[in-house]
């Protein structure tokens, strides 16, 4: 019946050109652009409309290509960001736009910006700012917090600057172009069409036992390829991220503990997977006691989750110093509280993806990741095959935020490749990224501080519980991170701090931007404010009372001779603070609901690993023709490591950017520089880098006889130097070459000094911290609870700002997420599965960053540089606290500080029981 | 599954006989509850359905038919009374979503937070259901809206247009709506607010409509009736007025918080209206 409405072919404008679909089959828009007509530059984030990332212009109208049977598209013009680049003026207008305002910083949600974009400016060309929200609302970014987007967008006048590149140059993102054309290939762009597709089971309930029925049976019913699940595993059915933490299986065995948890996986040919439902995948489950809070889970009732683990506590973390408790009796003035963290979500938007082959009897993995090299040490456990099978070539990364250093598809990959010896790929969906992937630590905080009547802190005792969820991931990082963080940039002589990670049935809590950092400087920064007022002092006065000096010892005892840059942030903040508190007075003072508040919030941040070897690596080589290459293996997840590095390595050797060709990252290629992790590659792989370039040009001036310092230009097949002594010439075509080709090369490697702490956490964690302040100001509406941030300024000390444009991106994007976790941001395993009802702050979210680049070079950063990436988001959300406090006079304990929330705490103080939570 | 492109009314609902069959017609409630093998097998697209296309003005009121988008509705040109229909349709989602969805799948999806439901409802709108077998019924907003995710719509039928009857002249609207955060956004609470007023400023007519504090979204009669002959100003929203709202708890807001909230909103409505 009704043959001649189906629709059995489908032919459309694509970018100017006739595209033939055939047998669309009811299937998405977006599906069929990116998987029968290759327009790969449609980001797949969601597929439910919630990000945008899909958006494509319909007969000129920006629509999410997710949410539209492909058929309705018959006749239509289809355009999306490559043909909108190739054929409006306004697009390449505003992609050298995003590129001179670092406006694409990941770039996965770089299409959709510039689709709804051009399609603003065709009908309004000087938008104005409420126009740009309006058009650019339905297009989520994780990484810029969209400053840089509204002002790429209204055409504010460049950053960037056309140089050589060296340091303190605002260089464009050096790939950034790739990103504005939509060319640049994530984890999901880079298989061959119709290749061989893994999902996933996952466990329906937070904690289960369950049998599998007849595996073979079904596998043969559905016409799958095969089944994977952990009998297929040759090797170890764990992974971790830490020596004596790799507990969490590939695929459960016996036991589930969290809803979302890998039991087995389905391999077969698209047309059969997108039919199947899983529905009767031959498994029985039985439902077992579930635990979601630290408190439930250590109660000596709980099921204990791990073995070797009473009381599902994972791990222990201490500092302490001088006489804490004793301090806290002798204080003239004392203040404490309990603070409650919730689950937060990374929320990059593109999802975790990846395909793999088998090349030459050689395992190759291409997905998106922030540490090939430990994926590549994960598999090699876990597939128990030589390591030097195995290939890891990272995709481009839509954002990662910490939770992409743990491997996610890269195990189904490998073992359906290997099982099947043909080419696979995967993309989790958006609720299988947000039910299996790791989250924020939520944390339970008990502290108190003591105050002599000056206000000069004498002590402070604190104590953590930090959920890590079903597995330990990078748990114990944040158990040892916080308790050596935990006093802020601030001189405390008699502290304690201690900490504890709780294995509970929620979703595995892992890094994620400040490894439970931020959660303690929510406590630790709110209770400042109360101190400070107890004390009748100024809070800002208060915090440059107590803030940490050269020569002063950490918590850790550790003393910085040189480099402590917390009180240049917090004075930077003066004027702005003075300013803004006479206007809010002023703006209080008259009637109304609204209240305007201002707060303050300090924090630091250690750059790299705690007191453990922490190197990277970076090769440099000169090739016979003059080409300069530089491999750079630190994964730029869009915070700019390729370009930052590049500008470091330039600088040194004496040369544009330009000039360099990047290679990799790629495991048979680059050589190991780490993790993108723990604020390290600006300043670990940075100073690689450096050390690089230094050895290049050693080599080549003593081979020239010339000075270190003699200019160097390289030309086709030459080089030449130059210094006091002339110009020396050297012709590269007559050198013996490497077996890389190379006829110089080095390779540095750099490990930041660090020495063990003790049994009280006395040491020297890092070899060096970054330090940052910032200044949020609100308006609270007193009858509806809803907290309007007006306004951020920041003060980050980085040492030296390699690319200042870079570190205003980077602190713009940690302030939307602070802001995020602190207003709005909640994951419930079961509840908020998608992002409708998981919320991140839209454009319409983020008020106006001013940003103050604080220099106080550091002895061992390169150039006196800093790490920045986790710095930006760690006084973001005190800061809101504390401005919401100074505004209405409640004070939140627990996050996110929801309307709801909001109000609850206004009338609970209303009828005098405010304070708990 | 079997996915219908019908280009002519009669041929839709020829094809609705089929047991089992879904309607979608913008397919932004579709795509998101859509689970991997779990599509329904019948699919019926009103999308190229040409009579279901379009807004008319009639006599006795406005016909909104069952493909017009947000985006059409938001560019049309209506009286004040519509503000707040409009100000709704642009609270929907984005501006990708208003391009596609549309006003009738938002009734017939018949969600509690649905966003055109409380501003159609102050403008007392009807919708118009047919079926091959037994022709065309209207039936009132406020009846076809039975419970979360149920209408009165028959497996047969399809909702072909919503009639709104012309409003008085001088009704202006307004409507507000609170969620955690700008843009993409599912609602907290939301309220309607249509107002006429005598010279004097007293209330001659008065609908206030709130979304997501109950099953249904509901107007709030014995506030609108109290109202009658008052002066605007003298309008004070209180509890017992807000009796047949049972809001309840959930990732979004506490029952607590929406109580107290929706009261807040629909005051402050009422003075953004004549404001």
Redesign the interface.
């Known amino acids: 019946?009704?043959k001649h409405?189906?629709?059995n072919a489908l032919s459309f404008t694509l970018n100017g050109k006739n595209a033939r679909v055939e047998n669309p089959?009811?299937r998405?828009l977006s599906e069929v652009l990116r998987e029968d007509l290759g327009a790969k530059d449609v980001k797949i984030g969601c597929?439910?409309?919630?990000c945008?990332a899909c958006?494509v212009l319909v007969d000129g109208?920006?629509?999410?290509a997710?949410?539209?049977?492909s058929?309705?598209a018959e006749g239509a013009e289809v355009q999306t960001l490559s043909g909108l680049y190739e054929n409006d003026a306004k697009t390449q207008m505003l992609s050298n736009s995003f590129l001179n305002h670092g406006a694409a910083q990941c770039g996965i949600c770089t299409p959709a910006m510039m689709v709804?974009a051009t399609a603003l400016l065709r009908n309004t060309p000087e938008p104005s700012e409420a126009e740009v929200?309006?058009?650019l609302?339905?297009?989520?970014c994780r990484c810029t917090g969209y400053r840089k987007i509204i002002d790429a967008v209204m055409s504010a006048s460049a950053i960037a600057e056309h140089g050589n590149g060296h340091i303190g140059q605002s260089l464009r993102h050096v790939d950034g172009v790739h990103k504005t054309t939509g060319q640049i290939k994530f984890g999901d762009d880079v298989a061959p069409s119709n290749c061989l597709e893994i999902?996933v089971l996952r466990a329906p309930f937070h904690h289960a036992s369950f049998e599998f029925g007849d595996l073979d049976a079904y596998q043969r019913d559905q016409g799958l390829e095969t089944i994977l699940t952990a009998k297929d595993i040759h090797g170890k059915n764990a992974f971790g991220v830490i020596p004596g933490f790799t507990d969490q299986p590939v695929f459960a065995e016996k036991f589930a503990r969290f809803k979302g948890e890998a039991v087995a996986a389905v391999v077969g040919v698209p047309a059969i997977?997108?039919?199947?439902?899983?529905?009767n995948f031959p498994v029985s489950w039985t439902e077992k006691t579930s635990y979601h809070t630290s408190a439930e889970a250590q109660k000596d009732t709980a099921l204990q989750l791990h073995d070797a683990h009473p009381q599902n506590i994972m791990c222990r973390g201490y500092v302490s110093r001088g006489k804490a408790h004793e301090a806290l009796k002798a204080a003239d003035v004392v203040v404490s509280g309990r603070f409650r963290t919730s689950i937060v979500e990374h929320g990059y938007i593109e999802p975790e993806a990846g395909f793999a082959k088998i090349k030459d009897g050689r395992l190759e993995i291409h997905a998106s990741t922030q540490a090939p090299v430990m994926d590549l040490d994960s598999l090699e456990e876990i597939l128990a095959i030589d390591r030097n099978r195995i290939r890891i070539l990272p995709t481009a990364v839509g954002g990662g935020f910490g939770s992409k250093l743990d491997i996610s598809v890269q195990p189904f990959l490998a073992l359906a490749a290997l099982k099947t010896q043909k080419p696979v790929r995967i993309c989790y969906?958006r609720e299988e990224s947000l039910q299996s992937t790791t989250k924020r630590h939520p944390a339970d905080i008990e502290l108190a501080i003591g105050a002599d009547a000056s206000g000069k802190i004498c002590g402070f005792v604190f104590h953590g519980d930090f959920d890590t969820g079903a597995y330990a991931s990078w748990g114990p990082t944040v158990a040892n991170r916080v308790p050596v963080h935990a006093s802020g940039p601030y001189a405390i002589p008699n502290y304690l701090a201690a900490t504890k990670g709780i294995y509970t049935n929620n979703p595995p809590s892992g890094a994620f931007r400040g490894f439970g950092v931020p959660q303690s400087a929510v406590a630790q920064e709110s209770l400042f404010d109360e101190l400070a007022d107890v004390l009748r002092m100024d809070r800002l006065e208060f915090r440059l009372h107590n803030a940490l000096e050269n020569g002063v010892p950490t918590v850790c005892g550790q003393v910085f001779e040189q480099g402590v840059g917390i009180k240049a942030c917090l004075e930077a903040l003066r004027p702005a603070w003075r300013k803004e508190c006479d206007k809010a007075f002023e703006l209080n003072a008259q009637e109304g609901v609204i209240k305007y508040g201002v707060g303050l919030a300090a924090g630091w941040y250690g750059c790299g690993n705690t007191s453990l070897p922490n190197p990277s690596t970076i090769k440099s080589g000169i090739l016979p023709d003059g080409r300069i290459q530089l491999h750079q293996g630190a994964m730029d997840i869009g915070q700019g490591a390729n370009t930052v590095i590049s500008q470091i390595f330039a600088t040194v050797l004496g040369i544009k950017v330009e000039d360099i060709q990047r290679i990799g990252a790629d495991t048979d290629v680059t050589p190991d520089a780490g993790k993108t992790s723990a604020s390290r590659q600006t300043f670990v792989s940075g100073n690689a880098a450096r050390l690089s370039a230094e050895q290049l040009r050693r080599q080549i001036t003593e081979r020239l006889n010339v000075s270190f310092e003699a200019n160097l230009s390289f030309e086709s097949g030459r080089i030449l130097a130059e210094d006091g002594g002339g110009i020396q010439a050297l012709h590269l075509d007559q050198l013996p070459q490497d077996k890389e080709g190379f006829v110089f090369r080095a390779e540095g490697t750099y490990d930041p000094p660090t020495k063990p702490l003790d049994e009280n956490g006395q040491g020297h964690p890092y070899a060096q911290f970054g330090y940052a302040a910032h200044l949020a100001v609100v308006a609270v509406d007193i009858?509806?609870?809803?907290v309007k941030p007006l306004k951020f300024v920041a003060a980050h000390d980085v040492g030296q700002a390699i690319n200042p444009m870079l570190v205003e991106g980077q602190v713009h994007g940690g302030i939307a997420q602070g802001l995020g976790m602190a207003?709005?941001e909640?994951y419930?395993a079961g509840?908020?599965e998608?992002l409708?009802?998981y919320?991140i702050?839209?454009?319409?979210?983020i008020p106006a960053i001013e940003t103050h680049i604080i220099e106080v070079k550091d002895a061992h950063g390169p150039f006196g540089a800093k790490g920045l990436g986790e710095h930006v988001l760690i006084p973001t959300a005190p800061a809101l606290l504390n401005a919401i406090k100074d505004a209405t006079g409640v004070r939140l304990y627990a996050l996110p500080a929801?309307?709801?929330r909001v109000?609850?705490a206004l009338?609970a103080k209303a009828v005098g029981t405010e304070g708990g939570i | 599954?079997?996915?219908?492109?019908?280009?002519s009314l009669n041929?839709a609902l020829?094809?609705l006989r089929?047991p089992d069959c879904s309607i979608?017609s913008?397919?932004?409630d579709y795509?998101?509850a859509?689970?991997?093998?779990?599509?329904n097998t019948v699919?019926l697209?009103l999308?190229?359905v040409p009579e279901l296309h379009g807004l008319t003005t009639a006599q006795n009121g406005v016909r909104f038919g069952a493909g017009l988008t947000w985006?059409q509705m938001i560019k049309a040109d209506l009286p004040p009374a519509f503000n707040a229909l409009k100000l709704a349709g642009?609270e929907v989602?984005?501006?990708?979503?208003q391009?596609?969805a549309t006003l009738a799948g938002n009734l017939c999806n018949a969600s509690p937070a649905a966003d055109g439901v409380p501003a159609l409802l102050a403008l007392d709108s009807e919708v118009e259901l047919q079926s091959a077998a037994r022709g065309t019924r209207q039936i009132t907003l406020k009846d076809f809206l039975k419970g979360v995710r149920q209408t009165d719509r028959k497996a047969d039928e399809i909702l072909t247009s919503i009639f709104v009857p012309h409003p008085p002249k001088d009704m202006r609207s307004v409507f507000s709506k609170?969620g955690?955060?700008?843009?993409?956004?599912?609602s907290?609470c939301m309220t309607a607010v249509n107002i006429v007023l005598d010279n004097e400023g007293q209330v001659c007519d008065l609908r206030v409509a709130v979304g997501a504090c109950s099953p249904v979204a509901q107007r709030l009669t014995s506030l609108e009736e109290e109202a009658i002959g008052q002066h605007w100003r003298d309008i004070k929203v209180r509890e017992d007025h807000l009796a047949q709202l049972s809001p309840i708890d959930d990732?979004?807001?506490?029952a607590?918080?929406r109580w107290?909230?929706v009261q807040?909103?629909i005051q402050r409505s009422v003075s953004e209206v004549v404001g």
């Open positions: 019946m009704n409405m189906v629709q089959d009811g998405r597929n439910a409309g919630d945008g958006t109208e920006p629509v999410c997710c949410l539209l049977f058929e309705t709804s929200k309006d058009a609302g339905g297009v989520l999902v997977l997108r039919d199947l439902s899983l529905k969906s009858k509806l609870g809803t207003l709005m909640e419930i509840k908020t998608n409708h009802d919320l702050p839209t454009i319409g979210d929801t309307p709801s109000l609850e009338h | 599954m079997a996915l219908y492109f019908p280009t041929d020829d094809i089929t979608v913008g397919g932004t795509f998101p859509l689970k991997r093998g779990q599509g699919v697209s999308t190229k985006s642009k989602g984005s501006i990708q979503i391009n596609t609170l955690s955060r700008s843009y993409l956004v599912i907290i990732v979004r807001a506490s607590a918080y107290a909230a807040e909103q």
